[in-house]
Nanobody, 119 residues
Framework: QVQLVESGGGLVQAGGSLSLSCAASGNIRSINRMAWYRQAPGKERDLVAEISSGGSTNYIDSVKGRFTISRDNAKNTVYLQMNNLKPEDTAVYSC?????????????WGQGTQVTVSS
């Protein structure tokens, strides 16, 4: 069994910064893709950023240049540094990690952490 535990988040004024982290624990041999998603009230959950096991990254256009995703494979942890935050970044942020299995990757999810950006 695998667990993803997030930390960080909170309330910040527009233009401020926050840092999220997500640590995986349990029966882990390797982790493929790790990612951050967010879900704003009344909206669907959307991908924010993702990072491969080799360090290749992908971001949605609205966060490019402001958010940075990184990972520490030795610690099975993924991070999201969020700078110049905007009110529209307000959402519940969840991490996801893809674990290889015999039948393909299986995705585990964190419990989510609230990020609120005031104007």
């Amino acid at each position: 069994q695998v667990q993803l535990v997030e930390s960080g988040g909170g309330l910040v004024q527009a233009g401020g910064s926050l840092s999220l982290s997500c640590a995986a624990s349990g029966n882990i041999r390797s982790i493929n893709r790790m990612a951050w998603y967010r879900q704003a009230p009344g909206k669907e959950r959307d991908l924010v950023a993702e990072i491969s096991s080799g360090g290749s990254t992908n971001y949605i256009d609205s966060v490019k240049g402001r958010f940075t995703i990184s990972r520490d494979n030795a610690k099975n942890t993924v991070y999201l540094q969020m700078n110049n935050l905007k009110p529209e970044d307000t959402a519940v942020y969840s991490c996801a990690a893809d674990f290889p299995t015999t039948f393909g990757d299986y995705t585990y999810w964190g419990q989510g952490t609230q990020v609120t950006v005031s104007s």
